[in-house]
């Protein structure tokens, strides 16, 4: 029960910062510009947008990972308002976990709001012509508009009206709402005729979708364990520091370790352990960025996906214990 408290904690402190809706505004914003950028290409400009929209929901992922995660845990330490939990019967290491498990959910929470104006926004798809059935797609724009302008206005009048926070009420209004525009969009064609949900659905998608999830639960992580000995901005440049180098792990050390001719290669032992520690040690992003698979149409198999996701429970699993243990040895006095 103790754990579950300092998550709900974790998760209501992670909503309530502007900076979190700023994010969702800003991520939701490129979404919809993207269907745009994506139409100068001279082949397939909707392989594209895919590839745009994606790599936004990575970027935005990394941002509100490093802002929620980098914030929780160390404003609390710098206001010392994390020596009254810690000198309660609470283990260090649940208030670590719980803020973590908090951050996680917060983020999953933003994270699916950007999903569905991905999803809103391939379903849209970039114009293939100038005739007006081929610009626009009005179930997509009307239900995006209807159900997101419900929740600007719920949460300005509960704000008003309840003094409730605007920032915690618009990102859980909001990715309700466009969840609902979603499941509606998907029950009608373009001619508003209705048809399967299931027409919309591509499996690949969401296992993408998936993916980049689970590297941004990982960054979130790196940026918790930055945060316990570490200022805000501090663990926000650990958290890039993290992605940047995981981006190019796997070109620069994996190619040197376990490429062509790595066996040759003049290098002693002991530098080579060095190397396959921090090979190791390091989050592998590439292991998780679909994007190369979904638009040379290559499958994401089960079994990889499987593997995939055991290995970010795994850096995940360590990360937290690396945390835990450097939150053990905080003064927090």
Request: charged share 10%; proline share 3%.
């Amino acid at each position: 029960m103790t754990l579950l408290a300092i998550a709900k904690n974790g998760f209501l402190e992670s909503i309530r910062q502007p900076v979190f809706v700023v994010l969702l505004v800003a991520g939701t914003l490129a979404m919809v510009l993207n269907v745009n950028l994506a139409a100068f290409t001279l082949e397939d400009d909707n392989k594209l947008l895919v590839d745009l929209g994606l790599s936004t929901l990575f970027v935005a992922g990394l941002l509100c990972a490093a802002f929620t995660s980098g914030s929780v845990l160390s404003r609390e330490i710098e206001n010392k308002t994390v020596v009254t939990v810690v000198s309660k019967p609470v283990p260090r290491a649940a208030v670590v976990v719980g803020k973590f498990l908090g951050v996680a959910a917060a983020i999953g929470l933003a994270y699916w709001a950007l999903a569905a104006v991905f999803l809103l926004a391939v379903r849209h798809r970039v114009q293939s012509s100038v005739r007006i059935d081929d610009t626009f797609d009005l179930p997509v724009l009307l239900f995006s508009l209807l159900f997101g302008g419900i929740a600007l206005m719920f949460a300005g009048l509960t704000n008003y009206l309840y003094r409730r926070p605007f920032a915690s009420v618009f990102a859980v209004s909001y990715a309700a709402a466009l969840t609902a525009a979603l499941g509606l969009v998907w029950c009608v064609d373009r001619d508003w005729q209705f048809q399967n949900p299931l027409v919309e659905w591509d499996g690949q998608l969401m296992i993408a979708l998936v993916l980049i999830f689970e590297a941004v639960v990982v960054l979130a992580a790196v940026a918790i364990a930055a945060s316990t000995r570490l200022g805000q901005v501090a663990a926000l440049m650990v958290c890039v520091a993290a992605f940047l180098t995981g981006l190019v792990s796997e070109y620069f050390l994996g190619t040197l370790l376990t490429g062509p001719g790595a066996e040759s290669r003049a290098i002693g032992a002991v530098a080579r352990a060095g190397l396959w520690a921090v090979y190791l040690a390091v989050p592998n992003l590439q292991f998780f960025w679909p994007a190369d698979a979904l638009t040379q149409g290559h499958e994401i198999t089960l079994p990889y996906f499987g593997a995939v996701s055991l290995y970010a429970a795994l850096m995940v699993g360590g990360v937290m214990s690396v945390a835990v243990l450097l939150f053990q040895q905080r003064d927090v006095g």
